[in-house]
């Protein structure tokens, strides 16, 4: 049915640059898609959202630094990620919200490594 794969992690230094994608395979219509990330012994935590409204909204750690962007035509969305920290590592999930019910995240993918050196 519908998959969402991610890709496009990778490990960086400080300072650098990463744009990850999520393709998404099969049709879909979401309230809203987001990414998350979740660094080892952490909680998930959660990046950023994009509302099918247009409403685009992040956590405080990464706004100005991060964009999530999403091209229909090639059904994907993306995460352009600037000024990376070492902060920023962990494991990067695209996920997707049902149709009813509002911003609320039922569709995950894999994942994809983000690795930040000093």
């Known amino acids: 049915q519908v998959r969402l794969v991610e890709s496009g992690g990778g490990s960086v230094q400080a300072g650098g640059s990463l744009r990850l994608s999520c393709a998404i395979y099969?049709?879909?219509?979401?309230?809203?898609m987001g990414w998350f990330r979740q660094a080892p012994g952490k909680e998930r935590e959660w990046v950023t959202t994009i509302n099918n409204d247009g409403r685009i909204s992040y956590v405080g750690s990464v706004k100005v630094r991060f964009t999530i962007s999403q091209d229909n035509a090639k059904n994907t969305l993306y995460l352009q990620m600037n000024g990376l920290k070492p902060e920023d590592t962990g494991t990067y999930y695209c996920?997707?919200?049902?149709?009813?019910?509002?911003?609320?995240?039922?569709?995950w993918g894999q994942g994809t490594q983000v690795t930040v050196s000093s």
């Open positions: 996920a997707g919200s049902g149709n009813l019910y509002g911003c609320a995240y039922a569709l």
């Open positions: 099969g049709s879909y219509s979401p309230v809203c």
